[in-house]
């Protein structure tokens, strides 16, 4: 009788192939085989010697012991990253931000990041802060945070930097009420910016582009550029 699977056979009989198609077979009775784990019913099917048959994959499948696979003690780090921007208070924004070798950017960054840190102290996890850009435009600062995913969750990131804003501060960093993420980074790297441009802000992250570009600083603004 042909079939598609065990299900369509009697009870005492398997869905085999018989070298060109399938057809329902009474089950063979081997004490020494192991079969694997299966939603179908367990048992040996009978031989075929037709030209179609994979002799390796069949005793794979008849022979090989059923084993439970078991997540290591010891899992390496898994990287997440998250875009965010948020508005300075006590800083102003003034051409060297343009500059990452500029003693105020030097300083800027390292306080945004401090206060970062600190104010995930009890919340490890997060493993790295960096700058995207400083902005002109209501002194905005874009940035990546990247995170370890077995110690803290994207969203438990995100609750507890809008809880920052709504106090007006990340530690003791003030800022201001806007601020926006962005968690589908693309690769590649936004056109170096020299002198501020356009303070148009067209876009507010990576995915809120076409295509491959990215959402790259003018300076001011935001607009999608092609990456380099």
């Known amino acids: 009788m042909a079939c598609v699977g065990d299900s369509t056979c009697l009870p005492t009989q398997k869905c085999c192939s018989n070298g060109c198609g399938k057809t329902c077979v009474d089950i063979l009775k081997t004490p020494n085989s192991t079969p694997i784990m299966t939603t179908s019913r367990t048992a040996v099917k009978p031989t075929t010697t037709a030209a179609t048959t994979k002799p390796f994959v069949t005793q794979i499948t ?31 924004w003034n051409a060297s931000l343009l500059t990452p070798q500029s003693s105020y950017y030097r300083h800027l960054y390292s306080t945004i990041r401090t206060n970062i840190f600190q104010s995930f102290r009890l919340k490890p996890g997060i493993t790295s802060v960096d700058i995207i850009s400083f902005r002109s435009q209501h002194n905005r600062a874009d940035l990546l945070l990247q995170y370890n995913t077995n110690s803290i969750a994207l969203i438990d990131i995100i609750t ?62 935001r607009v999608c550029s092609t990456p380099t």
């Not at 084993?67 to 921007?85: E, F, Y």
């Open 160 to 221: 507890s930097l809008i809880a920052d804003r709504a106090s007006g501060a990340i530690n003791d960093l003030k800022i201001g009420n806007y601020m926006t993420f962005d968690t589908q980074m693309r690769p590649g790297t936004c056109p170096a910016v020299v002198v501020p441009g356009t303070c148009v802000e067209n876009c507010m992250g990576d995915s809120t582009c076409p295509g491959g570009e990215k959402c790259c600083s003018t300076g001011c603004g």
């Open 62 to 92: 008849q022979h090989m012991p059923t084993t439970t696979l078991r997540a290591p003690t010891n899992q390496p780090d898994h990287a997440g990253s998250l875009s965010v921007t948020l508005e300075l208070i006590d800083y102003a």
